[in-house]
Every structure is written in C-alpha cells, then in structure tokens.
C-alpha cells in the first residue's frame, strides 16, 4: 500500500491507501460524529451521522464507507450536514427514553454527548412508545442486561459478536419500529453460545447494553479509570479498573479500543471476574496458628515469628532444608524480590514456582534449540499468519483474546488453520483440519508431518543449511516414523497427517501455537524440541507470522520466570552454576550465595514430605490444588516444621500454615508484569489495599530486615531499576518507557525499541539446533483396571485453582461446579446419563463428580478441569516428572470411573 494526500477541512494530510475518510480524520484528530462504528469491526454506514462532503461529488457520503482518495478535499462540517445530523439526532432521541440522570453511562455516551454538541430539542418529534414485549432475553442473566427502550439498532452489539468474537449469539428480530436485539430463538442469553466476553457491551453506544452489577454503582462521569494489565491468563490484556471516586470501591471493567494487546477486548473473566478483588473473604490481618487454630495477630508478631522461625531452621539444619515458592500471579518486582530473598538471605537456590507445572518443558526445550525459552513472535502476528497450527492449545478458552484473533484470521480467508487436540475445542469447528491425536502421542504425530516434509522435498534445505546444525543427525529418526507408523500411535489417519504437513510445510509463513497440551508430559520437553525441529525444518523461526509460540498460562508466569524464580537461574536467566554469574550477583547483592542448583515444586514437596526441607515460605501459590497427587503434597505440608503462606485469601493451602501473612491484589499494588509475548507492561494501583494488607515486596524486605539483611526500596520502580542493571534481557526497560505501551525483551538499552520477533539474524545460541526426539508412551497407560486416560486442563470461566473466580457472581453463575467429561458410548456402556454422580478413580486417590456425557472427548479418554475443590482433579493425577524439566505429566493418567 502507498499514501495519498487529501485535504479535511482545509488541512492537507497524507495517509496511507485503502483507509477509509473516517479513520484518516480519525487518527489526525478531526472527529468526525458516528454512532454504529466501532473500529473493530466492519463499518455498517447505518446511523447516518458520519455524513461528508466530497467536492465535485454528488451528495453527501458516509465517511466510514468511504475510502480515501488521492486529491480528495473533504468537508466534515457544513451547514447542510450540521442540519442533517441535528436532524437525525432528533429523530433517534424520539425513540430513546431519555433517562440520563438515572443512566450509568451518563458521561459516556455518545447519543447524549452529540445531542449536547448540536443541542437538539428533544421533543421536535413526538416520543414513540416502542411495542417491547415483556420477554428479554438478558432478564435471568447476572453479567449483561438490555434495555430495549435505550437501544438506537446501531448493530453494534450485533455485529461485534460476529465479527469480532466469532460466535454470533446476538441477532436483531421483528421491523422497522419493533426491531429488537435478542439471541437466536429468544433463547436467555446464558443458554445460548454467548461467551459472556461482554465485547457488546462494550461498543454499545448509548448503554442499552451494560454490566448488571454495575448498575446504580455510579454514573461514568463519576468513576476514576486506572490501566493496568489483567490478572489471569498471559495475553496481558490492558484494562481500566472503574472505581467510584465518591465511596472508593470497585464498579467496573472496561478497556480501551486499539490498545495492545488486546485492541478493547475483553473475556469473560477479564471482564466479569473482578469482584474478589473486594471479596468478603480477603484476608486483612496475620494470622498465627496457635493450639491448632489461627488467631489474628500484629504485622510485627507475624513478621518476628516468621524471621524467627526460619532463622532457626537455616541455623539448625542448613540453609538447604528452607525453601520458597514464589508466584506467576504477583508482580516482576515482587518474584525478584523473593528469589533475592531466599538465594541472599536463606542462602539456597531452592526457589520455585508454578511455571514448573506448566511451562518448564519450554523454557528447556526452546533453550537447547533455540538458545531462549520464549515465544518467538508477537500476539498480533498471529493475526496475519497465512498458517497458524494450533497443538494442546485451547485458546479459546485458555487465552481467550488471542483465540478471537485465529478464528476472525480464519475467518478472513488469509489463514489456514490446523488444529491437534485429544478433545473437539472450539477451534476445531473452524479448522481446515483437525488432528485428534491420543493423549501423549504429539511427539509421533510430529515426527510423521516431518516425514512427509522430507520424504516430499518441503523442507527449506538453504535455510537448515545456513541458519541450523544437526539436522543429519535426526534423519534416520524421522524416515521410521511415517504418517502409517504414526496412525498405530495417535489415532490419526495417515492421509489426514499428510494434508497437515503439506499445508504447513508449503506456507510462506506458519505459526505453530501451544501450551500444556504439549508441555504437561514426561515427554514435554521432547515435544516441545519437534516442535522446534519442524519450525526449523521449514524455515519458520526468525521471521514475521512464523515461530514457535508458547502461551503462557498465568498472568506473569513469563515474569516470573525472567525475574529468576527458578532454582538454576538468576534474574535474565543467568546460570547459578557459572562462576562469573555466581561472583556478579554476591558482589551486586553483598551477600554469599550458593553455587548449587536447587530444588523444583515438586522436589520440594517431596523434600518436605520425605523430612529433608523443614520449612517453606510460599508467596501467592496453592499447590494444594495446583500440583500433582495433592494427597502427597498435603503428606508434605503436614510434615514441615514451619510453614509460611504470603496470600490474599485463606487457600486450600494457607489452611496448613504456620503463619499468614495477608497480601494486596494486583489492584492495590504497582508494579509490572510481562505477558506471553515478552512485553513487560505496567500494573497501577487503583483501590485501597483491605485492612492491614500489605504489598509483597513489602512484606519479604521486613522479613529480610528482620534475619540481619537490609533490602530497602522506597518503590516498585526503584525495584525494576535494580532489575534492569543485573538482568541484560530488560537492561532498557524502565517505568517512564513502558507508561503507554509495554516493551518486548529483549531490551538491553534504555534507546532499544524491543524485539517483536526473535531470532531475526541469527539464533540466540548461534545457530538452531535440531534434536532427535524419538516417541515414549506416557508413564502410566490405561489398563484392565484402570481402563481410561484422564486429561486435565482448564475452562472459560475459571481460573487456576478457583481462590479468585470462585468468588465472582457472574463466573459462579456460569459455572457453579466441575464435570467429569465422557463420550457418549463409554458413558452408555457404564449405564451413566447426563449429570449422574460418578466416582472416578486412579491409584492416588478418589473423587466424585458430575458427569457431563459430551462428543468433545473421544472414546477412552475422559477430561476434567482442576479448578474445584469439591472434586479437585488433581487428588487423581500423577506425580511423575519429565526428566530435564522436571514438569509432572498432568494430560495423562490412568482412572477408572463408576456410576455413584
């Protein structure tokens, strides 16, 4: 595309070809009025107001239709079309209920804001009394509501739903004046396909569509908007926090359309998942265990006990037998501060997080390939890619705003989509080919496509030449594993396999797009290297809409990982074991540290339960939910001699501890996070932590201070400077340069743009590395008594281990309980019907749940998500570990499963 030159309104202005007048007035801050345009979305041309004049043209044009031509003068505000507007403002107040003393959006809105800016009157037309009938279909719904008689039929709602969101749950009925919005069939729109993501309330122009719990909390006009980057998944969607400036409480989400990444989109939870922020369970004291039960206690008892304590234990058994589980969900300032805390303070490495249960495999896997264990690519790329191959990723689901963005790429004809999925997702319905591989055969499957590719000449022989080495030494591998081999493995047809290999081996660009569906294996780290082997095979890493793609699971599990809450590394990944690392921090850290590799997640339950780790202090982690055969890890909790719990609820976990220390959300704190696509983006403070709450970093310098250890920070931003000198990957990063717009590391200098792909020259570790990966089965298959492969994973509406979801009205609602997935002819057979109670098993534990009787898995397997402590999946999972990254195999197990 070139540019042009026009002239709005007597100003001469270049834009680039092919955008519409609206959007070139736009983005040179000329408004131009509209009311059904959202620039999300495909402009309708309906409200009229956008109107223009065009010189040497007949009649006046609507300036979203229209595109921008080279020599076009433009007039944006003539008397006819002041008359033109004011007119039609008049005609669409006559349908409005004008309700705006009473109206949540009262500041807001665009009909009020342009019925003032041409100051209608508003009774120049009589009012017409709009025949709604008594049904709505938002009337049992606890997140959205519709108020027909505020509705101007812009479309907006409608067409954001299906162009934008992908689902298309809204539709307009009836005509002319009765014209309603409703779902298909008047179904309630909890019933319907609606993902609840709350994107029509967002583009509503005139609040016809709102959030039913912030209603009558206070009017716009009345809030204080804060940014800051969302709390769950790691897309890191930028959200404004809507507090009322009267009373300080918490009333809305909203987030601003265009902003990166997630241009005003929203999910369900990101939306609708805020109000355990002020949750009435929030923990506002310390609380001591004494005589069996907590009893609250001062700030200074709590932190006095706490250094005691683990003094003691470092003193008595060695720093070794102490250790700490820091958190993805807390801040990059508050991991480094914890892994500082345990390496210069305690004196060990043994400091872990939950990155460990879900994406250890790929910082492994894509170090040995590639030299960086991180998403080669940026989120938007996966917009334009002309292939995208989506494996144990549910991202609809999982990471919900990207998910949007594969399926409105689908469905703009510029991008094939290939999906492998033990289970029928979401994206499935939209993908030109669907792969359902069994669980624990990706590595089989992947070599087979790798056959094809090299038995058919797709491979790109300059670049495995150029830019690779060892591709010999994985040839002889890959011959043996043909798509026929592969079939006897992964259920997979041969031909189907082929059809995939061919489309992503013959793209100009593919983007290969997964998560723990690849990574919760024995075998995660060798998947994740064939998925680094075919990218490379085909030239696909180190440029535009290619690479390899991890999702990362929490909001800062990629921080948190960068910030050195790992027990082989430093901050920016730097070695513990290397000497000249190990002498760099003692002497920036004056302190004596250990050059000892130290323990994972799960070794250190097995340490506690085993008696040789005697205490543990955890920040913002629920292992008693969140790791493998909890049976176990509760053995281990039990058996410490002290146990410290840094959290802002009363979890499954701090339940056992010692000493509770209560901690602020990520809305009471600043900070940064940094999101799957390396991007390290603000977090701000926009509520007032409950009772005496305190922030992280806080909390741990106390304890510092109390052990003989002086760590003082007058801020989260002094934090960050310490990290950018000591961390090489974020030596640019600091608060003034991330304050409109995150930046991707690597970063190293404070004038460095960022880097939106890796690899672009060269690999990180020089040249890419191919490695032979030969199939394993997972370490426990079904068997006569265990006849079933359970996976676990995920859903929509709720989050991790439920202690934030749970406690939110509209995702309860949604959601109140689990299920335990089965396909219809296992369920048949074992004389189960929707909603029976079943017992399933495995040889760790038992629990009960309801079954939901679904196609979605395939015969054999059986699914559950691990968010319910009522029927925690985790009781049944298994506890072996991927050899290099030390990840336990959560997506297989094997259960037994009866009707209750």
């Known amino acids: 595309m070139g540019q042009i030159t026009l002239t709005i309104d007597d100003r001469d202005i270049t834009a680039e070809e092919g955008e519409t007048i609206l959007n070139i007035a736009a983005e040179n801050s000329i408004d131009i009025p509209n009311l059904c345009y959202d620039k999300r979305m495909t402009p309708t041309g309906a409200c009229r107001l956008c109107l223009v004049e065009i010189e040497g043209q007949r009649g006046l044009q609507t300036s979203c239709t229209r595109i921008g031509e080279d020599g076009m003068v433009i007039y944006t505000e003539t008397d006819e079309i002041t008359a033109l507007r004011k007119a039609t403002l008049e005609l669409l107040m006559s349908e409005h209920r004008l309700a705006c003393t009473t109206c949540d959006v009262d500041g807001d809105c665009l009909l009020q804001d342009y019925a003032y800016r041409y100051q209608i009157n508003e009774k120049q037309y009589p009012y017409l009394d709009l025949k709604v009938s008594s049904f709505n279909y938002t009337s049992r719904d606890k997140a959205i509501q519709y108020d027909p008689t505020k509705c101007i039929r812009c479309q907006r709602c409608v067409k954001i739903c299906r162009e934008v969101q992908g689902i298309e749950a809204l539709t307009l009925r009836n ?11 008047d179904v309630p729109l909890k019933e319907s396909v609606c993902e609840t993501c709350g994107l029509c309330v967002s583009t509503c122009p005139t609040g016809a569509l709102y959030d039913k719990a912030a209603r009558g909390k206070g009017r716009a006009k009345d809030l204080i908007r804060t940014r800051t980057t969302c709390t769950y998944c790691g897309v890191g969607c930028q959200l404004d926090i809507n507090v009322n400036r009267k009373n300080g409480r918490f009333v809305r989400v909203t987030s601003e359309t265009g902003i990166i990444p997630n241009a005003g989109n929203t999910c369900v939870k990101g939306k609708y998942g805020m109000d355990f922020i002020q949750s009435k369970d929030r923990i506002t004291t310390p609380l001591i265990r004494e005589n069996g039960s907590f009893r609250e206690a001062t700030w200074e008892e709590a932190l006095d006990l706490t250094a005691k304590k683990l003094t003691e234990l470092k003193d008595t058994y060695g720093p070794d037998t102490v250790a700490g589980l820091s958190s993805a969900r807390t801040t990059n300032e508050d991991n480094y501060i914890m892994q500082k805390f345990i390496r210069a303070v305690i004196g060990t490495n043994n400091v872990d997080h939950c990155a460990r249960l879900c994406h250890a495999s790929t910082v492994a896997g894509l170090a040995r390939a590639f030299g960086s264990g991180a998403m080669t690519n940026s989120i938007e790329e996966l917009g334009r890619a002309p292939v995208v191959f989506v494996i144990g990723s549910n991202t609809t689901e999982c990471h919900p705003v990207i998910g949007i963005l594969i399926r409105q790429a689908v469905a703009s004809g510029r991008t094939k989509l290939i999906v492998a999925d033990p289970r029928q997702i979401s994206l499935t319905d939209i993908a030109d080919i669907h792969l359902q591989q069994r669980s624990g055969s990706d590595v089989a499957l992947i070599n087979a496509m790798m056959n094809v590719i090299i038995e058919e000449k797709l491979h790109d022989v300059s670049y495995i030449r150029e830019r690779t080495e060892g591709f010999d030494d994985i040839i002889d591998t890959i011959k043996q594993n043909t798509p026929e081999f592969a079939e006897g493995i992964t259920g997979v047809p041969a031909e189907d396999i082929r059809t995939a290999a061919r489309m992503y081996a013959s793209a100009e660009s593919a983007s290969i797009v997964y998560s723990m569906g690849i990574t919760q294996h024995t075998t995660g780290t060798d998947n994740v290297l064939s998925l680094a082997n075919l990218a490379m095979m085909t030239g696909n890493v180190g440029k535009e809409c290619s690479g390899v793609n991890p999702l990362r699971g929490q909001n800062n599990v990629q921080g948190a990982c960068d910030l050195g809450a790992l027990p082989n590394v430093y901050n920016g990944y730097q070695k513990v074991d290397d000497p000249a690392v190990h002498e760099k921090f003692e002497k920036a850290w004056d302190a004596k540290l250990s050059n000892k590799p130290g323990l994972t997640v799960v070794e250190i339950i097995n340490g506690a339960a085993d008696g040789l780790v005697k205490g543990i202090y955890i920040m913002g982690e629920n292992p008693m939910l969140s790791d493998p055969d909890i049976a176990h890890v509760e053995e ?52 007032e932590q409950p009772g005496q709450a305190r922030e992280d970093w806080k909390i741990i310098c106390d304890v510092a201070e109390r052990m003989g250890y002086v760590m003082k920070y007058d801020s989260p931003e002094r934090i960050q400077e310490e990290i950018s000198e000591l961390t090489p990957i974020y030596g640019g990063i600091l608060y003034p340069r991330i304050e409109q717009t995150g930046l991707q590391w690597p970063c190293p200098e404070t004038d460095h743009k960022g880097t939106t792909f890796l690899h672009k020259e060269q690999f990180t570790r020089g040249k890419g590395k191919f490695h032979k990966v030969e199939f394993l089965p997972p370490k426990e298959m079904p068997d006569e008594e265990y006849p079933f492969i359970l996976t676990t994973g995920r859903m929509l509406q709720h989050w991790h281990t439920g202690t934030m979801t749970r406690r939110c009205e509209v995702l309860n609602d949604l959601v109140p309980h689990g299920a335990l997935e089965i396909h219809p002819a296992n369920a048949r057979d074992l004389g189960i019907t929707q909603g029976d109670m079943v017992a399933v098993s495995s040889r760790r534990g038992l629990i009960e749940v309801p079954a939901n009787v679904t196609d979605m898995v395939g015969s054999g397997t059986v699914f559950m998500a691990f968010h319910f402590r009522e029927h925690a999946a985790n009781r049944l999972t298994i506890a072996a570990l991927d050899p290099v990254a030390k990840i336990p195999e959560f997506k297989v197990c094997a259960v037994k499963v009866e009707k209750v």
């Open 636 to 687: 281990g909790l039990k058996n410490l001699e002290f146990l410290v719990v840094q959290d802002i609820f009363l979890s499954e976990t701090a339940l056992l501890a010692d000493v509770v220390l209560p901690a602020c959300s990520f809305a009471e704190k600043e900070g940064t996070f940094t999101n799957t696509e390396r991007r390290v983006q603000r977090v701000r403070k926009a509520l």
């Open 175 to 185: 005509r002319s004046g009765e014209v309603l919005v409703t779902t298909g069939f």
